[in-house]
């Protein structure tokens, strides 16, 4: 399949599930080319930290050769304790029964690591394939292939298949299901930050909660996972994330692709009067490093049929965008890349039947990881979707 005269797989958007699936690609000497909007890697925040799964880890490793596994996995976090403290914001006191994580995966630790990190991870061998400032906008159908239409007018080269991974405003995905796949805006919002390791001593080793139920339009709370080994060293920065009910957290003019001093400023604000053991992990943080984000679901009934087509399917966010409830969604988005690209592999490329059998497979696991994710959420966060009034992205 190395035959420079073989179609390229295109594939939109260069994050996670997409560069994924290109290692798979890679591996296989499936040509591909990465469709990308943004100028390079560094062009944004890079969000939180993301825990892994049992089954995240295991897709994440079926699918990378040998050294790059195991710079991954030398990369990975190893976070101890028993579980999910939750504890008072204002008073440091635990407020609830230890719950076990979930995602407690390997040597009964969580497993995290930087969603930068792992991005530039899988990007490894990938990077001559990458077309940056290229926003698909769409595609079409040839007699033997299909072209990604951008966003200025051009179109790509033919390639035998389209993977649409450009996340939950995924026009790829519009147009595969007929505007079946919807992603609903539950109102709740959230900032991501980071600081100095060293301001997380005062939490110790451990998965953690933060609640603060002191205002009368919602509540807000902050995850952050605390690993040892870096406790002490002030060169290295942990993340945090910050959700708050509908109300109750919003940016200037609305606007989230804010990043950056406005939205630190907005966490340091709302956390003014935290207990002194939490206070270091917004007076230290990085300001360059605050995001907004909009806490998004797909539909919570599951993912939805639409007529198959041989040529284009989608992974990751762009079928199934879900809450940070339950930390799943990038667990579920691996899982996409490994099962297409063993699919691919085992075709040896474009296949009839290959989109059909993956998007079977998909549908049952990824249902099951928006419903469970959106439960989680109406209980963590009070946000509630109904699916024909609730807005959509």
Not at 119 to 128: H, T
């Amino acid at each position: 399949m190395s035959d420079t005269n073989v179609k390229p797989i295109l594939i939109s958007g260069g994050g996670l599930a997409s560069l994924l699936l290109a290692q798979a690609l890679r591996l296989a000497k499936i040509p591909y080319t990465i469709f990308e909007r943004d100028a390079s890697f560094a062009f944004r925040a890079q969000g939180y930290r993301l825990r892994l799964s049992t089954e995240g880890l295991d897709a994440i490793e079926s699918v990378l050769d040998a050294p790059t596994w195991r710079r991954f996995w030398d990369t990975c976090g190893k976070t101890g304790g028993v579980g999910f403290s939750t504890l008072n914001a204002f008073t440091g006191e635990q407020t609830e029964q230890v719950v076990p994580e979930a995602l407690g995966s390997r040597d009964n630790k969580v497993i995290g690591i930087a969603r930068g990190d792992m991005r530039n991870i899988f990007a490894s061998g990938c990077e001559e394939h990458i077309e940056w400032s290229k926003h698909v906008a769409g595609y079409e159908l040839t007699d033997d292939g299909v072209r990604a239409i951008f966003s200025d007018g051009t179109k790509s080269v033919e390639g035998s298949m389209l993977i649409g991974g450009e996340g939950i405003y995924s026009r790829v995905a519009r147009q595969l299901s007929g505007g079946r796949i919807k992603v609903y805006d539950t109102g709740a919002r959230g900032i991501h930050g980071q600081a100095p390791s060293t301001a997380f001593k005062g939490l110790g080793e451990g998965v953690f909660r933060l609640t603060d139920a002191s205002r009368a339009e919602g509540s807000i709370f902050i995850i952050t996972n605390v690993r040892p080994g870096d406790m002490d060293d002030p060169d290295v920065n942990f993340g945090w994330t910050m959700g708050g009910q509908p109300g109750v957290i919003s940016a200037p003019n609305d606007d989230y692709s804010i990043v950056g001093k406005k939205a630190a400023d907005i966490a340091k604000d709302l956390t003014k009067g935290w207990h002194p053991r939490f206070r270091p992990l917004f007076e230290q943080m990085s300001d360059s490093e605050a995001a907004f984000w909009k806490i998004t679901c797909s539909t919570p009934s599951g993912v939805p049929d639409w007529p198959n087509d041989p040529r284009v399917t989608v992974i990751g966010d762009a079928v199934h965008s879900m809450t940070p409830a339950g930390g799943i969604g990038a667990n579920t988005a691996v899982r996409d890349s490994a099962l297409l690209g063993r699919l691919l592999r085992e075709a040896g490329g474009y296949k009839p039947g290959v989109t059909a059998a993956y998007e079977k497979e998909m549908r049952i696991y990824a249902s099951e990881a928006v419903h469970q994710s959106y439960t989680t959420a109406t209980k963590q966060f009070g946000v509630g979707i109904d699916e024909k009034s609730s807005p959509i992205v």
